[in-house]
């Protein structure tokens, strides 16, 4: 769903805010939020309504709407989303909620199962639950929001994509993922999650990013063997470990950890891009060359900001291409070859 506004200005409706002073009180009148979708005709199939200060669901008249396929209500003041039982249970596949003032997902969300898509992020969501009956959900977003605990997903058995990046979560519990076997891209990045636990369950897993936790080491990915991205920066990494059974990997993100050198990998015959960057890789450029000289698809390494480029500014790049395997294209973000 397109994130920005559509123009739906009309005469009359320029100037968002009046300002009276009654007794020397200023009170602020906004224009009712009924006018943004008076003139929209019955049969609309997308209503996208983005930064225009609305509050109130119920003011908007959406059981008009009978063939509402899409609402976006982005970055608006919306407390209380109760009132989405009024749409087309038949018809409504993607709400789009994303930056406003929800504390609790209403138990009217299960109404809607024809759902694929469902943005809650940026909101002040605490708890998982309501969207038991949503079997068909594909998308489920909760990104910054204040979700302490994954929980009450397992009956989503359609999903394929779960983010929860920006939130309180401190762990994985054994049944946080039970029932998604179809999950195919999880971003749990900026929580505070310590350990790789308990995602057995996600046998069809394409990719995992656990950026910005509390990680010391990679581990319990043996289930993954679809995983093709993983995505592991800012981190407390010591060591390139446990990915014996996760061959269908291209891309591997080890930015900002605390690894001294790149090993364990030459199995990885798939692998396309090592993102390495300021760690403390101080190995020689031989033996980098030998821990890599399997990965014949190796197109981009990044290694900047560990001692192995700082300590060989002049002749960093030049080694590299001598050690590394010929598939290499680039190295830090620049081209070695045309």
């Known amino acids: 769903m397109n994130n920005t506004a559509a123009d739906k200005t009309t005469e009359g409706q320029g100037e968002e805010r009046k300002i009276e002073v009654l007794d020397d009180t200023h009170l602020d ?9 008076q003139d929209l005709p019955d049969d609309v199939e997308i209503i996208d309504l983005v930064h225009l200060k609305i509050q109130s669901l119920e003011d908007l008249n959406l059981y ?42 209403s138990s009217n969300v299960n109404k809607l199962t024809k759902l694929t898509s469902l943005d809650l992020s940026f909101n002040k969501i605490k708890h998982i639950k309501n969207l038991d009956n949503l079997t068909q959900l594909e998308n ?32 994985i519990e054994a049944d946080s993922f039970e029932g998604l076997s179809n999950l ?3 971003w749990l990045g900026k929580n505070f999650l310590p350990r790789l636990i308990n995602l057995h369950p996600l046998h069809n897993l394409k990719i995992l990013s656990i950026q910005s936790n509390k990680l010391k080491k990679i581990e319990n990915l043996e289930a993954l063997t ?25 891309t591997l993100d080890v930015t900002s950890n605390k690894l001294t050198s790149l090993e364990n990998l030459d199995h990885l015959s798939q692998l396309t891009d090592i993102w390495a960057s300021f ?3 101080d190995q020689s450029f031989e033996s980098l060359g030998k821990n890599l000289s399997n990965l014949s698809r190796l197109e981009t390494i990044y290694l900047e900001g560990n001692p192995i480029q700082m300590e060989n500014k002049t002749s960093y790049r030049r080694k590299l291409t001598m050690n590394l395997p010929p598939s290499l294209e680039k190295i830090d973000a620049t081209y070695i070859r045309g």
């Open 29 to 37: 009148f906004i224009s009712a939020d009924s006018e943004l979708t």
């Open 64 to 105: 008009r709407f009978k063939n509402l396929k899409q609402l976006c209500l982005r970055q608006n003041l919306i407390e209380s989303i109760s009132e989405v039982e009024v749409l087309p249970h038949d018809k409504i596949v993607d709400l789009d909620f994303y930056d406003n003032k929800i504390k609790h997902i």
């Open 140 to 171: 489920l977003f909760f990104v910054q929001n204040s979700i302490s605990k994954i929980e009450n997903l397992s009956s989503l058995k359609s999903l394929k994509n779960l983010e929860l990046g920006g939130n309180n979560i401190h762990s």
């Open 184 to 186: 195919e891209e999880i």
């Open 226 to 250: 679809n995983l093709e991205e993983l995505y592991l920066s800012h981190n407390f990494i010591t060591k390139i470990e446990g990915l014996e059974k996760n061959l269908k990997l291209t």
């Open 279 to 281: 760690n403390q890789i």
